[in-house]
């Protein structure tokens, strides 16, 4: 009978230290993710709309479900280890590691199909006659490509390294239109669209 109420006990402690863990204040508590990321977070639609839906810390970096859950927060001492040796207690240190943050977290991203994206947003449900011309004529390509949300959408969020290569994501995303025969002018509106008896 003792076992079984240390388990329950146990059980409700770490399921308490799971979500005290698991929120936006915690993950602001210490000054690097506080004075930079956060920073950054604060100016974008996930932190404020028109519609008052908020995408908070954890909604993006931890997965919902519960084994994952635990992977993940495994995976988070690695950080602990790091706030203690001071990795990135500097704005210039923060900076130097971003690029190797961000791929980090592109990668771990790409490899569950961008759930974290996923979690609130669904290809079965987006209007597509509310996104813009340029959203509309690439979510049903980059769903026949089998791409994720975080090829595309890197820096939602947060700032982008200042090493990344966005003119070399263009041109493979043009390459792949070009084979798709879309033309220019279904991207962008600004471009003269011939008349049908014109030849493009």
Known sequence: MLIFFLGILFWGAFNWSMELTNTE???????EMNDNVYQEYRKTE????RTGVRATCPDCHVPKEWTHKVIRKIQATNELYHWVLGSINTREKFEAKRPELANHVWENMKATNSQECRNCHSNDYM???KQSIKARTIHPLAIDWGMTCIECHQGIAHTLPSSFDKETQLDELHHKLEKNNVACYECHVDMYK????EEW
Do not use: D, E, K, R
């Open 25 to 31: 204040t915690f993950c602001i508590s210490c000054h």
């Open 46 to 49: 996930h932190y404020s709309n």
């Open 127 to 129: 209007s597509m006659n």
């Open 194 to 197: 011939p008349t049908a008896n």
